[in-house]
Every structure is written in C-alpha cells, then in structure tokens.
C-alpha cells in the first residue's frame, strides 16, 4: 500500500498527558499537511512541510502543538498537556511538488478524557 | 464569513436520480477546486479536482465551476447506496497549497 500512512489509528489519553502522532507521506511527495477535523465540519488546517522545511502553521496551532519532519520524510504531531478540546480526528495528506491535489491518510482519532 | 460555504443538508436522493450539490467560496484568488468523499468515520477522500471554469466529467461525476459567480457544484448522475457519504468542497489560493474545507454535505441515498 502505497497511499499516506497514519499511526496509531485511535488514542484515548488523559488529560494533561502528552501524545504523539506519526504521518508517513506517499513516497516522493514533497509536501505534508497536517488538518484538525471535528464533527460535523470540515478539515481546517493546522500546518504544512514542504520537504523538511515547515512553511505555514495556523493560528489555530498553540504553543501545546509542535510538528517536525526530519530528513523530508515521515512527520510527527506532538500535543502537550492535553486538553478536552483537542479531542478531534487529526489527518495528515500530502502532495506532490507543484500539485495542489492532496490525498489523505486514515487518519487518527483522538480522545482526551 | 467562512471562505468556503457548502449548501446546507442533508440531501436526500433515490436511487438512480442526480444529486447536486452547491459550494461558494469568498476569496477571489483561490484558484483550485476539490471535491471529497467523506465516508461515516473514515478520512477524506479526493474524486474530483477542477481548476478553469466550465464542466469537468469524470464517470457519474461532474464538476462546475464559474470563477465569476465564486460557485463549484458537483453533480452525482445515477445515484447509488454507495454515494451516500458526506461530500466535502475544498479550495486553495493561486499561491497557496493549504485547502480551505467547507463543512460538508452528507448525501443519503435512498434504495
């Protein structure tokens, strides 16, 4: 299966706990994004790599977030200090180098209990 | 004002009719349009992208865009059970790749 893979598919964490996710990218795409979805609403964008580099990141991302990408390849979305809010599907896609079409993983689903 | 505005469902349809499916979008400089399957519980997933003004067709589906009007529709001919799923209307600036995501339209198809 070539398509973007992401792990781990659900987590349930307490609050407070730091979790961290992982977005492995299909393979020669240059751009990762990382996207926030609640229910009953669309994706809304938290952040996005082009190849190690992360170029935007959206007011939507606090100081609790931190996302890297080392080397271009795989990306990491850590959340500190948890909170109840944060309870959402996180979905990772990515692109290739001057497309804007983007293809999603399975993304994970977050609990915050 | 969000920037991508999708018709507000849900959207019934029998089995075998057109069902269609209206988004605006408010800024002018966006460029490139997509429309998303989204199944009950699973991630996102791209069936159509259009970027000049007109029809695209692709299979039972066809997409419209008229830059002018600010207005992307998608157009499902011969429905089926397995269309029913929320469809998700993106767009992305000339200059940008980030999508901006409407909230969605979840279609039920009815047997």
């Known amino acids: 299966d070539t398509g973007v893979s992401q792990n781990p598919r659900h987590k349930i964490t307490k609050r407070g706990q730091n979790v961290t996710f992982r977005c492995d990218p299909i393979s020669e795409h240059n751009r990762l994004y990382w996207y926030r979805q609640t229910l009953g609403q669309g994706p809304e964008f938290l952040t996005y790599f082009q190849n190690e580099a992360q170029l935007e990141k959206s007011r939507l991302l606090s100081d609790r977030f931190s996302a890297e990408r080392p080397k271009g390849s795989f990306s990491t979305l850590e959340i500190q200090r948890t909170e109840q809010g944060d309870s959402a599907m996180y979905l990772c896609a990515s692109s290739y180098r001057g497309n804007t079409e983007a293809f999603f993983g399975q993304g994970t689903r977050l609990t915050v209990v | 004002q969000k920037e991508v505005e999708q018709n507000s469902g849900p959207l019934s349809v029998p089995e075998g009719a057109i069902a269609s499916l209206n988004c605006t979008y408010s800024?002018?400089?966006?460029?490139?349009f997509f429309w998303y399957r989204q199944y009950s519980g699973k991630s996102p997933e791209l069936i159509m992208s259009?970027?000049?003004?007109g029809d695209k067709e692709d299979g039972r589906f066809t997409a419209q865009l008229n830059k002018a009007s600010q207005y992307v529709s998608l157009l499902i001919r011969d429905s089926q059970p397995s269309d029913s799923a929320t469809y998700l209307c993106a767009g992305a600036l000339s200059n940008d790749y980030k999508l901006s995501f409407g909230a969605g339209t979840t279609v039920t198809v009815r047997a």
């Open positions: 800024d002018r400089g966006s460029q490139s």
């Open positions: 259009i970027y000049s003004n």
